[in-house]
């Protein structure tokens, strides 16, 4: 959700709460003050009818016998006498004795006895609210002024005009609450509008700063806190587009050092180196003199293809000038076994799926060539340790996968691995022949195939390399397959 949204929310948010809270308060304050004011009249004409009620019970009552105790009859009688002279369907009366039963009573019905008997209970001093058949109805108790009855007369006023009133003041309430919250809702949304648009300036720099675009600014000319942080953003795209400007320059230095020393082919020369002086060792062996000139003359053009490959691949950004063509996995493998050092241990295991990949050959066979030799130098002095090549066809993606159970590559080192001169055991890697730039190689061979490596290690345990690429349809394989100077 966009922060404009959230504050405008959070704006008809607070204007809501605000409405409801006056309407409560006001609605309320006005229903308190009009049951107040029904409340005292009430009271005031209870008084009145109270008095009534008495004189119409001792004007009943014999003359001769007034001092005596007033029979319950003659209580009844005059009550209902009363009732029937000022009916009023707002209100009716009921005559209680000793607060427990009633002589006379016209009250509905469908008024709860508890709750008359709990107002005749509470006293003149106090009043009760009762809800029945859709009326509210205000009930009052006064206690008669009778020799030797203890009687009281409780009415229920029908007071429902005042909650009518009330509901209506709600109601009205409500249309005006609902009319100002569209119109600050409104105004709110413009509001948040108005504040947020420096933020979407900064978003919309910020993403085109993301997406490579390093010169953007956001140039957002404002007093407040938002001024500040474009002021201090757009320092920071400045520090960042110099910096990359500074990274950019630096990979194009570690470019032309890599294109000008390609001494990676250290290794395969050393090996060269020794199979000559095998035959200057022994040149009356004819075997040895033939195995010996068929591997220097095999690894030659080999190193010469790579080598032009190489200084090519130096100078792409993309994979246009890659020779590309299908070959089988299996023959790839081979070849990489092929191609290693004579003697050099541990020898990797292959396992291959027969699927069919495009690839440049001399640059896919020489990436997987130095991953091996990698892992080698890792099982180095590692009893039991293995290396197996692989790869395995998931849907229409061929995995390579390059995995030893050597000493593995600490997790700090990992990120930096695939840096060119990066070296993780530096004495180890010069004492093994290595420079520091096998796995930079390696990194731009998978790239200029539109790939990537997928290193996974641990520490004391091993390392696995994956390489994915596409697979083609085993038909796209020409025959043969292999090389016929390969045979060699």
């Known amino acids: 959700m966009k922060f404009a949204t959230k504050l405008s929310l959070g704006c008809i948010t607070l204007l809501s709460c605000a409405l409801c809270t006056a309407g409560l308060i006001l609605t309320g304050k006005s229903f308190s003050d009009n049951l107040e004011t029904t409340r005292t009249a009430l009271q005031a004409q209870q008084a009145k009818e109270k008095y009534t009620l008495e004189r119409s019970i001792f004007t009943a009552a014999e003359t001769s016998a007034l001092f005596s105790p ?18 009023d369907a707002s209100s009716g009366l009921a005559l209680w004795v000793n607060g427990t039963y009633t002589l006379y009573s016209n009250l509905s019905t469908a008024l709860p006895r508890t709750v008359q008997l709990q107002a005749v209970a509470d006293g003149a001093e106090h009043w ?55 119109v600050g809702g409104g105004a709110a949304v413009l509001f948040s509008r108005l504040v947020t648009r420096p933020l979407t300036v900064l978003q919309s720099a910020s993403e085109k700063i993301a997406a490579g675009q390093y010169t953007e600014r956001t140039h957002v000319q404002t007093d407040d806190e938002i001024g500040v942080l474009s002021r201090s953003f757009d320092a920071m795209a400045a520090a960042v587009e110099a910096k990359v400007d500074e990274m950019h ?10 294109a000008a020393f390609t001494h ?63 070959v089988s996995d299996r ?16 020898v990797p295991r292959i396992i291959a799926c027969d ?44 995995v390579f996968t ?35 730039i096998g796995l930079a190689l390696c990194t731009r061979i998978v790239q200029a195939h539109g790939t990537q490596l997928q290193i996974n290690s641990t520490e004391g345990v091993g390392t696995t390399i994956a390489i994915p690429i596409p697979a083609l349809n085993p038909d796209a394989l020409p025959i043969p397959d292999v090389d016929q100077k390969e045979q060699l």
Request: net charge negative; aromatic share 6%; proline share 4%.
């Open 331 to 346: 023959s790839l493998l081979n070849q990489v076994v092929r191609s290693l050092p004579q003697g050099s241990t541990p």
């Open 402 to 436: 390059v995995t030893d159970t050597g000493c593995g590559i600490p997790a700090a080192d990992l990120p930096r691995v695939t840096e060119a001169f990066y070296m993780v055991d530096k004495s180890r890697s010069r004492a093994d022949g290595g420079s520091g």
């Open 249 to 258: 320059a630096t990979l194009q230095s570690q470019k032309d050092f890599i």
């Open 128 to 182: 009760r609210l009762a809800r029945c058949t859709g009326h509210w109805y205000l009930l009052l108790a006064q206690p008669l002024d009778i020799p030797g009855v203890q009687a009281d007369l409780l009415c229920a006023y029908d007071v429902t005009r005042v909650f009518a009133t009330r509901d209506a003041q709600l109601r009205a309430w409500m249309a005006v609450s609902a009319l100002l919250l569209a």
């Open 70 to 87: 007033i029979e319950n009859h003659t209580l009844t009688t005059a009550a209902q006498e009363y009732a029937e002279q000022t009916s």
């Open 355 to 398: 699927c069919v990949v495009s690839v440049d050959r001399t640059l896919w066979v020489d990436m997987l060539r130095n991953l091996t030799i990698n892992a080698q130098r890792a099982c180095k002095g590692i009893p039991g340790a293995s290396i197996t090549l692989r790869c395995e066809q998931q849907g229409t993606t061929a």
């Open 264 to 326: 990676e082919v250290k290794t395969p020369m050393t090996a060269m180196l020794g199979y000559a002086d095998l035959m200057r060792a022994a040149p009356d062996d004819s075997d040895l003199q033939r195995e010996s000139a068929n591997y220097i003359y095999h690894e030659t053009r080999r190193l010469e293809e790579l080598s032009r490959r190489l200084l090519a691949l130096m100078g792409l950004d993309d994979a246009d000038r890659l020779t590309r063509e299908p």
